[in-house]
């Protein structure tokens, strides 16, 4: 069997390339408590360090990947001591990385079972994009279930699903310890509906119905640091910003964060619904 370099096949258009506007580096750097942000500028990766290993929770594009890795090893981490791939939804700004990284590092990649498919199709035949952004398939270790709890060295990672952006979107909830003070995490899968179909889908019936249950399911979760797979959900630019300004304070620590994304994403959802019901 013969292989190609990566790059040789995104050049032939198998694989969607990178937005490279969204893939712009970042320096690394520590959220809170044993939460780092590994990513770049609009695609977000978070390592959860463990003293037995570490999660990584989504790897963005496959030209994130060496980002990544770079920036777990400016850290003081290493790639290899991942144990856990975890991902929000298999979209390919998220998850086209994690083929190479599962490969690379022998990690287990957990999954919703409702998002299994897509990921072993390459990102093709989904509900709202087609076949238009596909990337490298990868066939899940393990199977979520719903309010799961994974453990690793003392940190527990609890999986939500929380299905609309896709029908197997997977939000996490954990918590850190900061100042001697536990803190809520909670980072959920995105909730946004670019471009879909809402009424009368045939592909996904269930849309408006998954969509509202999952906003009142992240409603319901207690939160004082709201992260989320892209960059400016969470204003990452301006808290690094703010953060460097006054060291003393750290502006992640924001119990307000989620409930003010939640209102901003179904205030967008109902705007685009009504315009589709009217037509």
Known sequence: M????????????QFTPANPEWNQ????FRIAGN???????????F???????HYLLDTGFSETVPQIEANIQKLGFRLSDVRFLLISHGHYDHIAGVASLKARTKAKLL????????????GKGDFAFADRFPYPPVTPDRMLHDGEQISLGGTVMTAHFTP??????????????????????????????????????????????DFAASIAKLRALPSDIFVSPHGWD?????????????????????PKGLPRYLDKSEAAIREALAKQQRR
Do not use: M
């Not at 013969?2 to 258009?13: D, H, K, S, T, V």
């Not at 580096?25 to 690394?28: D, G, M, S, T």
């Not at 999954?111 to 390459?122: C, D, T």
């Open 2 to 13: 013969i292989f190609f370099p990566l790059a040789l096949l995104l050049a032939a258009g």
């Open 25 to 28: 580096p970042v320096a690394p």
């Open 35 to 45: 939460l780092y942000y590994v990513g770049a500028s609009g695609v977000s990766s």
């Open 47 to 53: 390592l959860i360090t463990t003293p037995e290993g």
């Open 111 to 122: 999954a919703n079972p409702a998002e299994a498919p897509l990921l072993q199709r390459g």
């Open 164 to 209: 609309g952006h896709t029908k197997g979107c997977t939000s996490w909830t954990t918590t850190v310890k900061e100042d001697g003070k536990d803190l809520r995490v909670v980072i959920p899968c995105s909730v946004s509906a670019p471009g879909y179909q809402l009424v009368n889908n045939p592909k996904y019936p269930e849309i408006q119905k």
């Open 234 to 254: 969470f204003d990452l630019e301006g808290k690094v910003k703010a953060r460097a300004a006054v060291p003393t304070r750290n502006p992640f620590i924001d």
